[in-house]
T-cell receptor
Framework: NAGVTQTPKFQVLKTGQSMTLQCAQD?????MSWYRQDPGMGLRLIHY???????DQGEVPNGYNVSRSTTEDFPLRLLSAAPSQTSVYFC??????????????FGPGTRLTVT | AQTVTQSQPEMSVQEAETVTLSCTYD???????LFWYKQPPSRQMILVIR??????QNATENRFSVNFQKAAKSFSLKISDSQLGDAAMYFC????????????FGKGTHLIIQP
């Protein structure tokens, strides 16, 4: 198993550009989520999905879009990049959302810089 | 809203000594899990230990153990026989209810191991 994979590992964007961060998992996990990590902060939830075709907003959703057309993939789209979106982005998945405590597996992260 | 607070931005310990990292939390849910994650310089998020709120017994994983004080809403991590490889950021995290809202993280504690 590759686990949770993210591409790219690093990205530099100019203000106003759009891009998609890719996330895929091969563990047949129902639950997938996106977090961002800023200096001096813990991770904060952006969006999550409890299954294919179902997504919802987390704590900091503004400026981001997600979709979940398959169980495996959960891309995060930045619609019009802003310097405030400079951050490290983590994708995570877990077996189920219906029971708390299932371990969340994290991808390696994407470092995004918006100039 | 649930919160997680880590009051120690940085801790330092001599190799082979014991160190305790503090975490307090707040949630109105009765069903929740608490976690400690380790983030080394590679930035990969690694699960260290987890504790279910209903279990009175403190969780232990090799050199890592927790002191879970439910009434005080406290969840500290003790690392025994500290090793150079333990140097990392440590995050306390909480997931509650149905788990769909993802993890709520503290801001982290930077652990330095002095050789």
């Amino acid at each position: 198993n590759a686990g949770v994979t993210q591409t790219p590992k690093f990205q530099v964007l100019k203000t106003g550009q759009s891009m998609t961060l890719q996330c895929a998992q091969d563990m047949n996990h129902e639950y997938m989520s996106w977090y961002r990590q800023d200096p001096g902060m813990g991770l904060r939830l952006i969006h999550y999905s409890v299954g294919a075709g179902i997504t919802d907003q987390g704590e900091v959703p503004n400026g981001y879009n997600v979709s979940r057309s398959t169980t495996e993939d959960f891309p995060l789209r930045l619609l019009s990049a802003a310097p405030s979106q400079t951050s490290v982005y983590f994708c995570a998945s877990s077996y189920s959302w219906g029971r708390v405590g299932h371990e969340q597996y994290f991808g390696p992260g994407t470092r995004l810089t918006v100039t | 809203a649930q919160t997680v607070t880590q009051s120690q931005p940085e801790m330092s310990v001599q190799e082979a000594e014991t160190v305790t990292l503090s975490c307090t939390y707040d949630t109105s849910e009765s069903d929740y899990y608490l976690f400690w994650y380790k983030q080394p310089p590679s930035r990969q998020m690694i699960l260290v230990i987890r504790q279910e709120a209903y279990k009175q017994q403190n969780a232990t994983e090799n050199r890592f153990s927790v002191n879970f004080q439910k009434a005080a809403k406290s969840f500290s991590l003790k690392i025994s026989d500290s090793q150079l490889g333990d140097a990392a950021m440590y995050f306390c995290a909480l997931i509650s209810g149905g788990g769909a809202d993802g993890l709520t993280f503290g801001k982290g504690t930077h652990l330095i191991i002095q050789p």
